[in-house]
Antibody, heavy 125, light 107 residues
Framework: QVQLQESGPGLVKPSETLSLTCTVS????????WSWLRQPPGKELESIGYFFYSGGSKYNPSLKSRVTISADTSKNRFSLNLSSVTAADTAVYYCARAEGLGYDSSGHPREFDYWGQGTLVTVSS | DIQMTQSPSSVSASVGDRVTITCRAS??????LAWYQQKPGKAPKLLIYAASSLQPGVPSRFSGSGSGTDFTLTISSLQPEDSATYFCQQGNTFPGIFGPGTRVHIK
């Protein structure tokens, strides 16, 4: 059974960088797409970006200038950095595994079948 | 960008009722549509993928249909544990946009 667990600070100051890690067990991050998503309180889910072992990382254009997703395959985990945060970045952040619509350079996540429990990150001074 | 809409925004029904939720994409997404169930304080749970394929372990009272721009999720006989918010998500292009959700209440 694939399991994902987010970890990182629950409180980040405005203008600083939000950093989260997702540790995966029961499956290798060398397969599938590994994504970060977020859900602001009372709002819709938003895909932030993903890591794909054979293709690197790709980001939602709305956040692209501030996001970095990296991975440590030796520890089977991947990480999110979101810079210059504001109150608008307050949300529950999820990591998730996705099946792909294609597993080549033109592929991308299709649907998210395994999720972490989520972690609330609040941006406040 | 593709926009996803859902209707109704909320529905109240009795145990045993048939409940149908609609999702519409602003442009064609073939059959790459997924449905999720989310309960308060929990992560979303995948119910349906590729518009009509039931995720293993999901009760057969859940079903999906549609292609192109119009899709439906049907709960054939509502159960108390189905009280939740249901989201659709398009998987045809990146990023996978989610719908605003439909809250299902049990009368």
């Amino acid at each position: 059974q694939v399991q994902l667990q987010e970890s990182g600070p629950g409180l980040v100051k405005p203008s600083e960088t939000l950093s989260l890690t997702c540790t995966v067990s029961g499956g290798s991050i060398r397969s599938y797409y590994w994504s970060w998503l977020r859900q602001p309180p009372g709002k819709e889910l938003e895909s932030i970006g993903y890591f794909f072992y054979s293709g690197g990382s790709k980001y939602n254009p709305s956040l692209k200038s501030r996001v970095t997703i990296s991975a440590d395959t030796s520890k089977n985990r991947f990480s999110l950095n979101l810079s210059s945060v504001t109150a608008a970045d307050t949300a529950v952040y999820y990591c998730a595994r996705a099946e792909g619509l294609g597993y080549d350079s033109s592929g991308h996540p299709r649907e998210f079948d395994y999720w972490g429990q989520g972690t609330l990150v609040t941006v406040s001074s | 960008d593709i926009q996803m809409t859902q209707s109704p925004s909320s529905v109240s029904a009795s145990v045993g009722d048939r409940v149908t939720i609609t999702c519409r994409a602003s442009q064609g997404i073939r059959s790459w549509l997924a449905w999720y169930q989310q309960k308060p304080g929990k992560a979303p749970k995948l119910l349906i993928y590729a518009a009509s394929s039931l995720q293993p372990g999901v009760p057969s009272r859940f079903s999906g249909s549609g292609s192109g721009t119009d899709f439906t999720l049907t709960i054939s006989s509502l159960q108390p544990e189905d009280s939740a918010t249901y989201f659709c998500q398009q998987g045809n292009t990146f990023p996978g946009i989610f719908g605003p959700g439909t809250r299902v209440h049990i009368k």
